[in-house]
């Protein structure tokens, strides 16, 4: 059963986590994990965390949750309600400041002269389906903050299409990812929005998973995929009681407003050498299983999955008192792993059509190759793996030369003076098998 692999979330997680799903029923508990952070980090302003690459991010987190129909997508509605309480309050006051100058604006006379625009119109939660003109003058006005929406379903991103660029909608989803970014529009008109900005944009969208891979199929080797933080809802059985939701009250919302403040109060870059590190482990573990899966596709996805993972890593070590933790570490760590097999369940199959025109065996998720190998194998058996798997990336020879390099495999002692021969064997090392143990 391929749902059984979906990576397990870790049993102790960090009091923040824990907090957000005390009152959400277990099924829904991966999803509404990875679905709070887009909300989370809308809260940080002018704070920035340097990745392993020396290149400064911010909390530019995006997700979307890919389940079923009547899976029970609305789990994430209410623990981002409370996350954001704050955020709405004081949208709330710059809205009402914002319709009375358009009022004021309404009633005075063509030529009479016109209060400029109120300074700190600040509205960071936005409607999902507001215009790229609307888009771009709450990014001027929010002075450097996250703007967030939450999307019933993915396609409500289309409004912030542009009549120059069709595809301009899955542009601006990367761009909000992307550090120092720019984006806008000159217009000549004197009441049309002319700003070039960055965009600070954290959103949430729910979708099926057909429409999630349809609405995704034009783009799936340009960007957005690896940009975003996937998650799903695993399906229930047939007659399942139904889940039962906890009763969120004004205890559940004074500790999280602890959380939010540290958020809120933090300023410049932060630095964790120890969500810095884990980067770099988990960077290593996911370049170890691209060698092993000879998968492209899970290599160049994981790249941009391990930056998710450390801003969502910097997000929690703030948000509990600049404190680590290993609860933190093994909480990212899970992260990454689900958000990765979300992609390659969802999206794997056809980036590899896409990029390789493979076709023939359907291949779900990339495979640790020397694990389909006995402990004792020879060249020509690895061939024949690589080729009913329909591995096309490199070479037989480069990939035995890899596997040998990193520590994985030896020449089978044997066999060594067989050195030129086809069916020379090879063997697992110790340290392999010690460290991949056979399930």
């Known amino acids: 059963n391929q749902k059984s692999k979906i990576p397990q979330m870790p049993k102790k997680l960090p009091p923040l986590i824990e907090l957000l799903l005390s009152r959400t029923p277990d099924i829904y508990k991966p999803a509404v994990a990875h679905a709070v952070f ?86 960071q939660e936005i409607d999902p389906d507001m215009t790229n003109a609307a888009f771009v003058q709450r990014l001027a006005d929010a002075e450097g903050r996250f703007l967030y929406t939450k999307m019933n379903e993915i396609d409500q991103f289309d409004a912030l299409k542009t009549s120059a660029n069709r595809k301009s909608q899955f542009q601006i989803m990367c761009l909000a990812f992307d550090p120092g970014n720019v984006y806008g529009q000159t217009r000549i008109g004197t009441s049309s929005v002319t700003e070039r900005v960055c965009i600070r944009f954290n959103w949430n969208a729910s979708t099926t998973i057909q429409k999630g891979q349809a609405y995704f199929r034009y ?84 790249f941009r999955a391990n930056v998710i993972a450390y801003l969502k890593a910097m997000v929690l070590y703030v948000a509990h008192g600049e404190e680590w933790s290993q609860e933190i570490a093994d909480f990212v760590r899970w992260s990454l792993q689900y958000d990765l097999w979300c992609k390659m369940e969802f999206f794997g199959e056809a980036i590899e059509m896409q990029t390789e025109s493979v076709s023939g065996v359907k291949k779900r998720g990339p495979q640790n190759l020397l694990d389909l190998l006995p402990e004792v194998f020879t060249y020509e058996e690895a061939g024949q793996l690589r080729k009913r798997l329909e591995i096309r990336q490199g070479s037989l020879k480069m990939m035995l030369g890899n596997w040998k390099h990193r520590g994985y495999i030896e020449p089978y002692s044997e066999d060594e003076a067989n050195r030129d021969s086809k069916n020379r064997r090879y063997c697992k090392t110790t340290k392999y098998l010690k460290e991949h143990p056979q399930i």
């Open 219 to 302: 783009v799936l080797t340009d960007g957005p995929i690896s940009r975003i933080n996937f998650c799903t809802i695993p399906e229930r059985e047939i007659g399942a009681p139904m889940p039962v939701y906890g009763s969120y009250d004004d205890a559940f919302d004074r500790e999280l407003s602890v959380y939010i403040e540290r958020l809120n109060a933090v300023r410049g870059e932060v630095c964790c050498p120890e969500a810095t590190e884990l980067a770099r482990q988990l960077n290593e573990e996911c370049a170890e299983f691209a060698r092993l899966s000879q998968s492209r596709v899970y290599e160049n996805l994981s």
């Open 38 to 123: 887009p909300a989370l980090g809308a809260h940080l302003w002018r704070t920035t965390f340097r990745y392993i690459d020396n290149v400064p991010h911010e909390a530019t987190l995006m997700n979307v949750l890919m389940a079923g129909t009547g899976a029970g997508k609305n789990c994430i509605v209410e623990p981002i309600n409370r996350i954001l309480a704050d955020i709405r309050r004081r949208d709330k006051e710059n809205m009402l400041r914002e319709k009375a100058w358009k009022k004021e604006m309404l009633s005075m006379g063509a030529n009479k002269n016109k209060r400029q625009r109120p300074e700190g119109l600040v509205i």
